[in-house]
């Protein structure tokens, strides 16, 4: 089995090197990550610059470095890298990716979006840290991560994907508590209510922050079952975005009619 690990956070966080270590005698393991953190770079590609990738060794980890974005690390490891990927894992992510809203934007679901459409098998793992440090100093939470990494990548390599799932996306809470349970959630809508910070630079010019504030969670949902249970949540998730339905249909036919009465109008 080849085993692609990867990451938003770049080739020189933790998490990655966990990762790595969790599952290096699972099969031949291919470490590709972007060089420095990518963090909420989504299913961005490089297509205006070069992309380049160095080879090192970190501490006894081979890997290869790239200045491109986690859903790059994909192609890379696929076309050019490894003869084949069978599945990918991505993560350890400092911060958890709960919500639509952080799903859409997220770099380490980026990358097992980018694996799924190529048809690999991908899991992405995800903790609710600010730090690095946070993670390296919770034995308990490392010992869950290792675990449920491992038994997720045995899972599909044996079973492959459940049906209709494309990522396997598992989040885990701050502080692991013994007893804490894995629960099959699908993800909120939304985590944070968006914010803008206004200010000025020394020569009066204006800038801006963008920031989020966190909002009451929906019970039975990923956000609460991280940030208010203290539980693990494992979120299924697909990226056919497709809506058609017998609603949607009716409405937009009506759309449609009034758009071909405009073009007949524009036409006389």
Do not use: C
Request: zero cysteines; a negative charge.
């Amino acid at each position: 089995m080849n085993i692609l690990v990867t990451n938003d956070d770049g080739i020189y966080s933790p998490g990655l090197k966990l990762l790595y270590n969790f599952v290096k005698d699972l099969g031949r393991v291919y470490v590709v990550a972007p060089e420095t953190p990518k963090s909420a770079s989504g299913l961005g590609i490089t297509l205006h610059k070069p992309l380049r990738v160095s080879k090192m060794e970190l501490e006894g980890m081979e890997a290869h470095a790239t200045s491109g974005t986690p859903s790059d690390t994909i192609y890379l490891a696929v076309l050019e890298i490894a003869d084949k990927i069978d599945v990918v894992i991505s993560g350890i992510n400092i911060g958890d990716n709960t919500s639509l809203q952080v799903v859409l934007s997220s770099g380490t679901i980026g990358a097992a979006l980018q694996a799924a459409l190529l048809g690999i098998p991908a899991i992405a793992l995800s903790a609710d840290v600010n730090e690095p440090e946070e993670l390296l100093a919770d034995p308990a939470l490392i010992s869950a991560i290792r675990n449920i990494a491992r038994a997720s990548i045995k899972f599909v390599s044996s079973n492959g994907m459940p049906r209709g799932v494309d990522v396997i996306s598992i989040n885990f809470p701050r502080r692991f508590k013994p007893g804490a349970e894995v629960k099959l959630v699908p993800a909120a809508k939304v985590k944070f209510s968006q914010k803008i910070d206004r200010r000025r630079d020394p020569r009066g010019g204006a800038y801006y922050w963008l920031y989020g504030e966190l909002v009451e969670p929906e019970p039975e949902t990923d956000v609460y079952v991280v940030h208010k249970e203290g539980n693990i949540a494992l979120t299924p998730l697909t990226f056919n975005m497709n809506a058609l339905g017998p609603r949607a249909e009716a409405d937009l036919k009506t759309l449609g009619a009034l758009v071909d009465e405009l073009n007949r109008s524009l036409g006389k």
